[in-house]
């Protein structure tokens, strides 16, 4: 029977298999590691249930906020205001070569408002909750008496139990022709032809869980973990993104698999950034 999507799944102590030596550098090594027992939500934390943090304690995001002056000192008053970073789809003209081209800091886009202040998540709230600095899922797993789950912990989560398997399903990306996640199709960042049925994020366990039970781990939005990423002296704090999101493609940035991961600052929030947590084993 499956597990619910609010319940959290005991992964056994073991020694597992993490990272991949076939696409990214990050990735490599393959490395053998043991990990305790440890206890992983099964489905990204949503909009309802950041909500009710939200309603009880009064927090407020970082995304709702004006960036900090500490981080920002030379920052143009005209630009200390609240905003966050939103996808938009460029003209064809857009050399892919220049990622900006197809972010804008967009005023009043928040948890709330996903693509600006004109838009609301009341038709959402089954969707992953997205615009979360590393600060604010940090919040959230305090509350709830969790955690948010290490780089490895998160990687042998999302495997589902295979083993140097590319995706949480097995080694194809799409079985029998199937689209297993909520990932962009088509030529990035131009035409998403939404094969697999959505654009932007979908309700969680939209698509068929991985062996251990958890659903999105690829695709659908990046989740923050508590694990460093290597930054040179001087350089902003990094922590660990893992699993991709809606807007990772085959023919670029495919990372939409367990071993993938990238570095994000921690004071960044996006329009596909959102979380799950974790915590010691009962």
Known sequence: MPHPLNAMITIPAGEYRVGSESFYPEESPIRSIHLEAFAIDAAPVTNAEYARFVAETGYVTVSEQPPDPVLYPNLPPEEQ???????????????????MSWWALIAGADWRHPQGPDTAIDERMDHPVVHLAYDDALAYA???????????????????????????????????????????????????????????TSPVGSFPANGYGLVDVCGNVWEWTSTLFPVADGEQERRIIKGGS??????????????????????TATCHMGFRCASESA
């Open 246 to 267: 809606f807007l990772c493609a085959e023919n670029y940035c495919h990372r939409f698999r367990p071993a993938a991961l990238m570095g994000q600052t921690v004071d």
């Open 81 to 99: 205001i609240p905003e966050s970073a939103v996808f938009i789809p460029p003209p064809p003209s857009v050399d892919r070569s220049q990622p």
């Open 142 to 200: 305090q509350w709830m008496g969790k955690r948010l789950p290490t780089a490895d912990e998160w990687e042998v989560a999302a495997r589902g139990g295979l083993v140097d398997q590319d995706y949480a399903w097995g080694a194809e990306m799409t079985p029998g022709g199937r689209w297993l996640a909520n990932v962009w199709q088509g030529p990035f960042p131009w035409r998403n032809e939404q094969a697999d049925g959505w654009f932007w």
